[in-house]
């Protein structure tokens, strides 16, 4: 079982539509990430979270600890937010090596 | 503030070489990250660096090297190129070890083929 998982693994929605994108793991964290990248590789950091919600824009990260669980939300969608997305996860215990979630693909029609 | 460069973008290897990729940081960040992304695996972690040591090391083959400058500066190094070694090759950077609130900033990344 991977230490984070996320889902969907696919998105396909209409633009304006509200998004969720989810991110459960299974280890003790210091932080999470939000990355997002484009095609052509390049990886933009959207958040990082070791508690409560944060909000950029028409994103807004949330994560409960206690249930080991975080999601990304995009309001108001656009086809210029289609990317991957990916959590990532820094464990407290780990020599800070952070862990990646397999990532989700988001594809946003006009 | 000039963001995290890395150097070559794109690399075609053959099997067998030898390859270097160069990674410079954010000015004042002194930790260095690299990381292997391929389609099969996703994003894998290789080693940090933090002041001119390695701080941490990924499960990667002894062929998988790295070492970090004064200047913070990175290279890594990847010796006898094997097919699977094709992949995007990720530097991120950020501010202070020990830390977990110092958030990574990534490069553009290079893109090996090995053929």
């Known amino acids: 079982k991977n230490e984070v998982e996320q889902s969907p693994q696919n998105l396909t929605a209409q633009e304006g539509e509200f998004i969720t994108i989810n991110c459960s793991y299974s280890v003790g964290i210091s932080a999470l990430h939000w990355l997002q990248q484009h095609p052509g590789g390049g990886i933009v950091s959207l958040f990082m979270?070791?508690?409560g919600k944060k909000k950029h824009g028409r994103l807004i990260a949330t994560i409960n600890i206690q249930e080991k669980h975080s999601s990304l939300h995009i309001t108001a969608s656009h086809p210029r937010d289609s990317a991957v997305y990916i959590c990532?996860?820094?464990?407290?215990?780990?020599?800070?090596?952070?862990?990646f979630g397999k990532g989700t693909r988001l594809h946003i029609l006009p | 503030k000039a963001g995290v460069t890395q150097t070559p973008r794109y690399l075609i290897k053959t099997r067998g070489q030898q390859v270097t990729l160069s990674c410079s940081p954010i000015s004042g960040h002194r930790s260095v990250s690299w990381y292997q992304q391929t389609p099969g695996q996703g994003l894998q972690f290789l080693f940090e660096y933090f002041s001119e040591t390695q701080r941490n090391k990924g499960n990667f083959p002894g062929r998988f090297s790295g070492r970090q400058f004064s200047n913070s500066r990175s290279e890594m190094n990847v010796s006898t190129l094997e097919l699977g070694d094709s992949a995007l090759y990720l530097c991120a950077s950020r501010g202070g070890w020990g830390s977990p609130n110092y958030e990574q900033y990534f490069g553009p990344g290079t893109r090996l083929t090995v053929t």
């Open positions: 990532a996860v820094r464990p407290r215990n780990r020599d800070d090596k952070i862990i």
């Open positions: 979270l070791s508690s």
